[in-house]
């Protein structure tokens, strides 16, 4: 059964950080793309970020480029985003999800699964 756990949310002042990660199970971590979603409150769903399966490639989306970025470990089958100088419109509950392919794509990506999700607030 394959399962995707996020942790990491919580509240921040305009400016903060966080780092979210995201264990995964029942599947060969290593083998697929992995990505980041977020929804905010009433909005929908937005991919923020896919990091190919080697962690060579990633793409963003343009209202997180240069603040967020994406990292995986393999071996402790882990996805990671570090949020840097974080803004109220990024508010959402983030979710990881597991790509159907090995490569990242920068125009789309499909994707099979998703975790339950953990809240970022931002907010002063």
């Known amino acids: 059964e394959v399962q995707l756990v996020e942790s990491g949310g919580g509240l921040v002042h305009p400016g903060g950080s966080l780092r979210l990660s995201c264990v995964g199970s029942g599947f060969t971590f290593g083998d697929y793309a992995m990505m980041w979603l977020r929804q905010p409150p009433g909005g929908g769903l937005e991919r923020v970020s896919v990091?190919?399966?080697?962690?060579?490639?990633?793409y963003y989306a343009e209202s997180v480029q240069g603040r967020f970025t994406t990292s995986r470990d393999n071996a402790k089958n882990t996805l990671y985003l570090q949020m840097n100088n974080l803004r109220s419109e990024d508010t959402a509950t983030y979710y990881c999800?597991?790509?159907?392919?090995?490569?990242?794509?920068?125009?789309?990506?499909?994707?099979?699964?998703w975790g339950q999700g953990t809240q970022v607030t931002v907010s002063s």
């Open positions: 999800a597991k790509g159907i392919t090995v490569f990242a794509n920068k125009s789309g990506q499909s994707y099979d699964y």
């Open positions: 990091i190919g399966w080697n962690g060579r490639t990633a």
